[in-house]
């Protein structure tokens, strides 16, 4: 069966998700109390309705309950993200994300029982910021609050070589889990595959360790 998804709120970030969501042929459900924002949807989303998250009655009306993915994308008003969440959650909705405004939002909306907390901005930001810093990362992706996957440009220094050869992972504690080089992608290189000028090695790791390894290696 197909998985019905649910987005509310409909600013930058739930009108991304709900556009993104509709293109790819799933049911979505847009809510907000915004008349013209929903009116904007109408033609987008399966069915685009002006409610009130924080009234039960509505939630109940609209059957969120019955949705296998609730995204809830308020945006400054932190009460009503997290009254939201949490009747959602008294509702029985099974999967949870929410959009997190700071640090302490993130820690109430978890422990009224959120699957999944995101920070666009943040996120965003550090992914702009590894960017600038560094002339061989393309793409950043943070795992945990320690823990990432990046994507990095082979230089010269790693020309020629094997990934034995560079042991990376005994000298940096890292993993190089697929290489895209030029149309191709491998995954799960073996031990023995040689690393060209411009591949675009997929690393994962710990932010300490893929630091000392882009200092060390790609001379960053």
């Given at each position: 069966m197909r998985k019905a998804?649910?987005?509310?709120?409909?600013?930058?970030?739930?009108?991304?998700?709900c556009k993104t969501l509709s293109e790819e042929g799933v049911e979505v459900l847009a809510i907000d109390t915004d008349e013209d924002?929903?009116?904007?949807?109408?033609?987008?989303a399966s069915h685009a309705v002006m409610g009130d998250s924080t009234d039960e009655n509505v939630l109940k009306s609209l059957?969120?309950?019955?949705?296998?993915?609730?995204?809830?994308?308020?945006?400054?008003?932190?009460?009503?993200?997290?009254?939201t969440t949490l009747m959602l959650k008294e509702l029985g909705v099974e999967h949870i994300t929410v959009k997190a405004q700071n640090d302490y939002h993130e820690k109430v909306l978890?422990?009224?029982?959120?699957?999944?907390?995101?920070?666009?901005?943040?996120?965003?930001?550090?992914?702009?910021?590894?960017?600038?810093l560094s002339n061989n990362v393309l793409d950043y992706l943070e795992l945990s609050d320690e823990h990432s996957i990046v994507e990095v440009v082979a230089n010269d220094?790693?020309?020629?070589?094997?990934?034995?050869?560079?042991?990376?992972?005994?000298?940096?504690?890292?993993?190089i889990v697929a290489i895209k080089?030029?149309?191709?992608?491998?995954?799960?290189?073996?031990?023995s595959e040689v690393i060209q000028r411009g591949d675009v090695l997929i690393v994962i790791g710990a932010d300490v360790d893929i630091n000392r390894f882009e200092k060390k290696l790609l001379g960053q």
């Open positions: 998804y649910a987005v509310i709120g409909l600013g930058r970030f739930g009108g991304s998700i924002k929903v009116n904007q949807y109408a033609n987008i059957g969120i309950r019955n949705f296998d993915h609730v995204i809830v994308a308020i945006g400054d008003n932190i009460q009503a993200s997290i009254l978890t422990k009224i029982g959120a699957n999944h907390v995101v920070h666009p901005e943040r996120d965003m930001g550090k992914r702009i910021a590894t960017k600038i220094r790693m020309h020629g070589h094997s990934i034995i050869e560079l042991d990376v992972r005994a000298k940096y504690g890292i993993n080089r030029n149309r191709d992608i491998i995954v799960s290189p073996q031990a």
